[in-house]
């Protein structure tokens, strides 16, 4: 019985205990929040009302969020600077009435009403004028605004094959959802958001369309080097040859990330045959020349010298692009850039000309010519100069075409292209025989004797009112004599 009586008593004194720490946890919260509230994050347990106002008040005034941006970029925004404020009272004084509706014992088994959100206001012009001119928009001295750029294809001048690089994701930011991120957080009244969280905040950024891991960047690497492995070297004569290798053909390859192609079209080609082909054309080119008188003159235009058949060398180029990829050559190459794996990607061709100078050369392209063997018109004095082994051999008078547009003696270096004891020279409006015909152009004019009888009015300047229709006239004695002379390919230099 006294046993009994003793546990009695102990329950008797718990349930005092209990009773008493329950009625002064009552008195206690009976004018304060309950234990584990917040509004927004600003912890107000155990807090009477007006002291987690003036508490939620105080932080908004110090308040301040940090961003954390890409590249070591900073912005920070002060809750003054945007008039937050505590905004809602009466969803607060609301939330503090419902919880002294229920005894704080039950408060103790829930936690879904001890948190109030969406309770301050600021003014979201001035943070956008804040965000529109910080330096994580407008870029600085210190901070430089980087465009993001999608993966691609890149040479590697060393391995002389393409290589994936990787995309560059840049700091531009999409202001409209990096502003709305910042309402969250200063909503919530977050101190810190690092945006450089991609799971987090994925689209925060302006992003790059290609990334390096994308399915397509292996195609793409694929025909890139399908393209770009070639070797077409080519026999340009004389000992001479060139290459065109993977360090010329990628400045022709096209690369389109947006639409994640590689392409070698045949228009690429073309203007890759074309600039080859003008690497070593002297027709046309200005030359330094020295005339008869001493005088050292310039002169371009004309039809003398180098210049490759382009024609020819596209067919041939398109037909070596055209074959199927040697692909186990091309992982070979990739695999060891060696000599002998370089060689089983090069294709021997040989170089056709359409026209060919005396000779070629590499340092002063101009001195194409045979300086020994050559002739001279000069319109001006109406005269003719012939050179043979490095001396003036003949001179003689002239008459040219008449300065007028469809019968001038047009200026330039040409070429002997054939010669003919007689030829029956056919125009719109004439038909004449002549002897002792020496072709200089493709378009009928040339050296030869007319029978014209007028020599005896000759003058520097006779040619303005009674030349010829294009050709270099001569008398007879004249003509035959440069007959004689000149040889077929001697360079012909016609000047003022």
């Given at each position: 019985?006294?046993?009994?009586?003793?546990?009695?008593?102990?329950?008797?004194?718990?349930?005092?205990?209990?009773?008493?720490?329950?009625?002064?946890?009552?008195?206690?919260?009976?004018?304060?929040?309950?234990?584990?509230?917040?509004?927004?994050?600003?912890?107000?347990?155990g807090?009477?009302?007006?002291?987690?106002?003036?508490?939620?008040?105080?932080?908004?005034?110090?308040?301040?969020?940090?961003?954390?941006?890409?590249?070591?970029?900073?912005?920070?925004?002060?809750?003054n600077?945007?008039?937050?404020?505590?905004?809602?009272?009466?969803?607060?004084?609301?939330?503090?009435?419902?919880?002294?509706?229920?005894?704080?014992?039950?408060?103790?088994?829930?936690?879904?009403?001890?948190?109030?959100?969406?309770?301050?206001?600021?003014?979201?012009?001035?943070?956008?004028?804040?965000?529109?001119?910080?330096?994580?928009?407008?870029?600085?001295?210190?901070?430089k605004?980087?465009?993001?750029?999608d993966?691609?294809?890149?040479?590697?001048?060393?391995?002389?094959?393409?290589?994936?690089?990787?995309?560059?994701?840049?700091?531009?930011?999409?202001?409209?959802?990096?502003?709305?991120?910042l309402?969250?957080?200063?909503?919530?009244?977050?101190?810190?958001?690092?945006?450089?969280?991609?799971?987090?905040?994925?689209?925060?950024?302006?992003?790059?369309?290609?990334?390096?891991?994308?399915?397509?960047m292996?195609?793409?690497?694929?025909?890139?080097?399908?393209?770009?492995?070639?070797?077409?070297?080519?026999?340009?004569g004389?000992?001479?040859?060139?290459?065109?290798?993977?360090?010329?053909?990628?400045?022709?390859?096209?690369?389109?990330?947006?639409?994640?192609?590689?392409?070698?079209?045949?228009?690429?080609i073309?203007?890759?045959?074309?600039?080859?082909?003008?690497?070593?054309?002297?027709?046309?080119?200005?030359?330094?020349?020295?005339?008869?008188?001493?005088?050292?003159?310039?002169?371009?235009?004309?039809?003398?010298?180098?210049?490759?058949?382009?024609?020819?060398?596209?067919?041939?180029?398109?037909?070596?692009?055209?074959?199927?990829?040697?692909?186990?050559?091309?992982?070979?190459?990739?695999?060891?850039?060696?000599?002998?794996?370089?060689?089983?990607?090069?294709?021997?061709?040989?170089?056709?000309y359409?026209?060919?100078?005396?000779?070629?050369?590499?340092?002063?392209?101009?001195?194409?010519?045979?300086?020994?063997?050559?002739?001279?018109?000069?319109?001006?004095?109406?005269?003719?100069?012939?050179?043979?082994?490095?001396?003036?051999?003949?001179?003689?008078?002239?008459?040219t075409?008449?300065?007028?547009?469809?019968?001038?003696?047009?200026?330039?270096?040409?070429?002997?292209?054939?010669?003919?004891?007689?030829?029956?020279?056919?125009?719109?409006?004439?038909?004449?025989?002549?002897?002792?015909?020496?072709?200089?152009?493709?378009?009928?004019?040339?050296?030869?004797?007319?029978?014209?009888?007028?020599?005896?009015?000759?003058?520097?300047?006779?040619?303005?009112?009674?030349?010829?229709?294009?050709?270099?006239?001569?008398?007879?004695?004249?003509?035959?004599?440069?007959?004689?002379?000149?040889?077929?390919?001697?360079?012909?230099?016609?000047?003022?």
């Amino acid at each position: 019985m006294k046993d009994k009586k003793k546990i009695y008593i102990g329950i008797g004194f718990v349930v005092v205990v209990l009773t008493s720490i329950l009625i002064g946890v009552h008195i206690r919260y009976s004018n304060r929040w309950y234990p584990g509230t917040k509004i927004e994050k600003v912890d107000v347990s155990g807090m009477t009302y007006e002291a987690a106002v003036k508490k939620i008040e105080s932080s908004m005034d110090s308040y301040q969020l940090k961003v954390k941006a890409r590249e070591k970029g900073t912005l920070k925004i002060k809750g003054n600077a945007i008039d937050l404020k505590l905004e809602n009272q009466n969803a607060v004084k609301n939330m503090y009435e419902n919880q002294h509706k229920t005894s704080i014992v039950f408060s103790f088994f829930t936690k879904d009403n001890r948190i109030i959100k969406h309770v301050v206001s600021y003014s979201k012009k001035k943070l956008k004028k804040i965000v529109n001119h910080s330096e994580l928009i407008k870029g600085s001295d210190t901070y430089k605004l980087i465009k993001p750029e999608d993966a691609t294809i890149k040479y590697s001048s060393k391995k002389k094959y393409g290589v994936i690089k990787k995309e560059v994701l840049g700091n531009i930011l999409d202001q409209n959802k990096f502003i709305e991120v910042l309402e969250d957080k200063i909503e919530k009244l977050s101190s810190n958001v690092d945006i450089t969280d991609t799971k987090e905040y994925p689209k925060v950024y302006m992003t790059p369309s290609l990334y390096h891991d994308d399915e397509d960047m292996k195609t793409m690497e694929d025909t890139y080097n399908k393209y770009v492995l070639h070797w077409l070297y080519w026999e340009l004569g004389d000992n001479r040859t060139d290459t065109i290798g993977p360090d010329i053909i990628k400045k022709y390859i096209k690369i389109n990330t947006k639409k994640r192609t590689v392409k070698l079209k045949q228009i690429y080609i073309e203007k890759m045959i074309e600039d080859f082909c003008l690497k070593y054309k002297t027709v046309g080119m200005k030359r330094k020349f020295k005339t008869h008188s001493g005088k050292v003159i310039k002169v371009s235009g004309g039809d003398y010298g180098w210049q490759i058949n382009y024609d020819d060398t596209l067919k041939k180029t398109i037909d070596e692009f055209s074959k199927d990829a040697d692909t186990s050559a091309i992982d070979a190459y990739k695999k060891k850039q060696s000599k002998k794996n370089e060689e089983a990607l090069t294709v021997h061709l040989n170089v056709k000309y359409s026209n060919k100078g005396y000779q070629y050369n590499e340092e002063n392209k101009q001195n194409d010519w045979n300086t020994k063997n050559y002739s001279e018109v000069d319109l001006s004095n109406q005269e003719v100069y012939v050179y043979r082994n490095g001396k003036l051999k003949f001179s003689c008078i002239c008459i040219t075409g008449k300065p007028t547009s469809d019968r001038i003696t047009r200026t330039g270096v040409w070429y002997v292209k054939e010669k003919r004891l007689s030829k029956t020279l056919v125009g719109a409006d004439y038909s004449v025989d002549t002897k002792y015909w020496v072709r200089i152009m493709w378009t009928g004019t040339g050296y030869h004797y007319s029978s014209r009888g007028d020599w005896g009015s000759w003058s520097p300047y006779y040619y303005k009112s009674a030349g010829s229709h294009g050709c270099v006239n001569l008398t007879y004695s004249n003509a035959q004599m440069i007959y004689s002379l000149v040889n077929s390919g001697n360079p012909v230099f016609i000047h003022y």
